[in-house]
Nanobody
Framework: VQLQASGGGLVQAGDSLRLSCAAS????????VGWFRRAPGKEREFVAT????????RYAGSVKGRFTISRDNAKNTVFLQMSSLKPEDTAVYYC??????????????????WGQGTLVTVSS
């Protein structure tokens, strides 16, 4: 499985941004995908995850109500719509595939393949 994250950029606080994660390799509709982020000087943290069907979704408390994860299995792509962005959302965002867990879980250790990351910078 190969994952390619894109869509990052420099925005102002309150703006919106949509990240994309394009996958190739194993059948996309058979595994869960998660988004994680690493802020400057901090460890990588869970952001959101979506099951292989798209029916089970989980969010970190810090983004719930502002971020929306979705997937288009026909296009082999998962999206992360980010709204009401805050400076503390500044980070490199990574998407990852959990080949064994169809439902999607927040633990990093479950994820087998990772994209290269895309930088999101939110200015105040």
């Amino acid at each position: 499985v190969q994952l390619q994250a894109s869509g990052g950029g420099l925005v102002q606080a309150g703006d919106s941004l949509r990240l994309s994660c394009a996958a190739s390799g194993r059948a996309f509709s058979t595994y869960a995908v998660g988004w994680f982020r690493r802020a400057p000087g901090k460890e990588r943290e869970f952001v959101a995850t979506i099951s292989w069907t798209g029916r089970t979704i989980r969010y970190a408390g810090s983004v719930k109500g502002r971020f929306t994860i979705s997937r288009d299995n026909a296009k082999n792509t998962v999206f992360l719509q980010m709204s009401s962005l805050k400076p503390e959302d500044t980070a490199v965002y990574y998407c990852a595939a959990d080949l064994a867990g169809g439902l999607g879980y927040p633990e990093e250790s479950r994820y087998d393949f990772w994209g290269q990351g895309t930088l999101v910078t939110v200015s105040s």
